[in-house]
């Protein structure tokens, strides 16, 4: 067997932001016969193969290439762009083995059918940029975090071994930093272009395809296989976390908390457990909804933080949400210029108040949109003014409020 001189000029690994990350690596080399001469001027055939873990390794993926050494015996060519013989060259899994890779050469014919010339050494770090879903990093701290780009190429930081709820905030906070606009609409007018950063849609829309998706899949295929519509609309979710998960052990007419889990959610009702990244379900009364010819079944929002008690009022806790709305809250980041429509709609970050019992349960029974309004919508009673008792309507806004934790 002859010997190859290949000496490795360039690999290109700089990364650049596109929609897909190539799947190839960039390689050169420098051919020479036995006699230490350049092979120049003329074609030859190739033939690369990946081996994994050693250089004697399984060949899990082959190919061949018509190549030209140039006048300094030069031979450029991608591997993974060649004729394919064997395997598939995105789906090997480039952080889990070593590899290596073998070029043959045939010096006499361009179709390759004599490979007299061959040498194989190590891929060290070349092939990384082509797994960018699945790069580790690790900050000074000692957490480590996976690199990742998506379909857009957006890139993005998520934590390794991160729990469910710490996903899902990570996905909404990466959608929060890339807003460029926001509005709040209904299915049937809903726009959503992550690469432009444009998030139009509705409350339940935006948190089951746009966060819970697109980083809890199983918690995501969970929900929609107990969905009643054509997608989970916020009564979905009621309906699921109270009657499948908590069952007997919810009563809308006891103001008692109560909790249950299942294998992706944790759903319970006291307002002092709440946590960032848990979800908040508003489900309406379906009688308030055809007397107010309401079309809205409820409203879907995400906890950004712990429940803060009001000092002034024991009953009330002040609670940071995340959502998509027809309207702001208060000190809502809605109030920005990022909002396409006139009252501020689409998804945004702003504080509410949830009035919770006032026996040691604390489960909420009402809430307030904003933290100036005097309006309660309450559960379990009457939809009133508080500054007027006599303000009553006579069917109750809403059914109830629960909360659910992904697991």
């Not at 919770?356 to 009673?381: D, E, F, G, V």
Request: net charge negative.
């Amino acid at each position: 067997m002859k010997k190859i001189c290949v000496t490795l000029l360039a690999i290109i690994i700089s990364f650049t932001v596109i929609a897909q990350v190539p799947q190839s690596i960039s390689y050169q080399a420098i051919i020479r016969n036995s006699s230490n001469q350049l092979i120049t001027n003329q074609g030859v055939g190739g033939k690369i193969s990946i081996l994994e873990d050693s250089i004697s390794g399984t060949v899990i993926y082959s190919e061949t290439h018509f190549l030209t050494a140039n006048q300094n015996g030069l031979v450029s060519f991608e591997i993974g762009k060649g004729n394919v013989i064997l395997g598939n060259f995105s789906s090997i899994n480039w952080a889990k083995h070593k590899y290596f890779v073998k070029t043959e050469i045939d010096p006499t014919n361009i179709i390759g059918t004599n490979y007299t010339i061959s040498s194989t050494s190590q891929l060290l770090s070349v092939p990384y940029a082509l797994c960018a879903g699945s790069v580790s990093l690790s900050s000074p701290n000692g957490d480590n975090y996976n690199y990742t780009v998506d379909d857009y190429g957006n890139i993005s930081f998520t934590k390794a071994n991160a729990s469910s709820q710490e996903k899902l905030i990570e996905r909404l906070t990466y959608v929060f930093n890339n807003l460029e606009s926001t509005n709040y609409v209904h299915s049937s007018d809903s726009l959503m272009n992550e690469y432009l950063g444009i998030y139009n849609y509705d409350c339940s829309g935006f948190v089951c395809e746009f966060a819970i998706k697109k980083c809890l899949s199983d918690h995501y295929q969970d929900l929609y296989n107990h969905k009643a519509s054509s997608r989970p609309l916020a009564k979905d979710f009621y309906s699921y976390f109270r009657d499948t998960i908590l069952g007997t052990l919810y009563d809308p007419n006891n103001i008692a908390t109560c909790t249950k889990q299942n294998q992706y959610w944790k759903i319970f009702t006291d307002i002092d457990s709440l946590r960032k990244g848990d979800l908040i379900i508003v489900k309406y009364s379906e009688d308030w909804c055809i007397a107010e010819n309401y079309s809205s079944t409820g409203h879907v929002m995400v906890a950004w933080g712990a429940a803060i008690q009001d000092s002034n009022n024991p009953d009330d806790y002040i609670i940071k949400i995340y959502d998509s709305s027809s309207s702001g809250h208060s000190n809502d980041s809605r109030d920005g210029a990022l909002t396409a429509s006139i009252n501020g709609s689409g998804i945004g970050i702003g504080y509410m108040i949830f009035k919770a019992s006032s026996l040691a349960s604390h489960r909420p029974i009402q809430y307030k949109w904003n933290m100036t309004s005097t309006m309660y919508y309450k559960s379990y009673s009457t939809y009133y003014n508080s500054s007027d008792p006599q303000d009553e309507r006579s069917h109750d806004r809403l059914e109830g409020i629960i909360f659910a934790r992904p697991l």
